[in-house]
């Protein structure tokens, strides 16, 4: 069973506001993610870590920042939150098993106004 | 450049069989999978293909030709409980997941 988990579920925040979304798996997993994804919308991967202190961007153009201190945690920060902000984040990981399925967070739902 | 191509929504009747067809464009090839996604949830893990031919698990089966660029997911005996949306995801040659869009499956009654 997959053990990673997201908080906060949901946020609704003022322009300008810092955010930071939690996400935390207990697998041991060395890669995790962050995609963004629009109700209806395909997933687009913002950043990623393949372990410890190591971080990229993804395909998607975002200014959020990620930090992979611990290999269980990976949190995003939103410096200054925009409307344009709105939208769900989905963070998962995976492991070095056969497959290199992705297992995934419930999601953080964020509304910025 | 890489592209996945779906069918953007198809509609389907309880117990009844549907297929859903993923062909793809991508640099390199390392394995496609397909999720399963709720509304408003998380995707879930439902199937891997590596090498052709199809993979049978319970209701669903996953089909893959590699020469083709062309998968399909098979769903038998539906359920009302299927309604959702189906994401085929390729993993490329740097081991990169590329996504396609979903296919949302309605079924009705």
């Known amino acids: 069973e997959a053990d990673i988990y997201q908080t906060p579920r949901y946020l609704v925040i003022g322009t300008g506001k810092k955010i930071t979304l939690e996400c935390s798996q207990t697998?041991?997993?060395?890669?995790m993610y962050w995609y963004q994804q629009d109700p209806g919308m395909e997933l687009h991967l913002i950043h990623y870590s393949y372990g410890v202190n190591s971080t990229e961007k993804g395909d998607l153009s975002s200014e959020s920042t990620v930090s992979r201190i611990r290999t269980e945690h990976f949190p995003l920060t939103l410096e200054s939150a925009r409307p344009s902000h709105t939208s769900q984040y989905l963070c998962?990981?995976?492991?070095?098993?056969?497959?290199?399925?992705?297992?995934f967070g419930e999601g953080s739902r964020l509304t910025v106004l | 450049g890489q592209n996945i191509d779906q069918p953007t929504e198809m509609t389907a009747t309880e117990g009844a069989i549907v297929q859903i067809n993923c062909t793809y464009q991508?640099?390199?090839?390392?394995?496609l999978f397909w999720y399963q996604q709720h509304a408003g949830e998380a995707p879930t893990f439902l199937s891997y293909n590596v090498l052709d031919g199809l993979e049978e698990k319970g209701r669903f089966s996953s089909f893959l030709s590699r020469s083709k660029g062309y998968s399909y997911l098979l769903l038998k005996e539906l359920q009302m409980k299927d309604s959702a949306s189906y994401l085929c995801a390729v993993t490329d040659s740097n081991y990169q997941l590329i996504w396609g869009a979903g296919t949302k499956l309605i079924i009705k009654p």
């Open positions: 998962a990981s995976s492991g070095t098993g056969d497959t290199g399925e992705l297992f």
């Open positions: 697998m041991g997993h060395d890669k």
């Open positions: 991508t640099s390199g090839f390392n394995g």
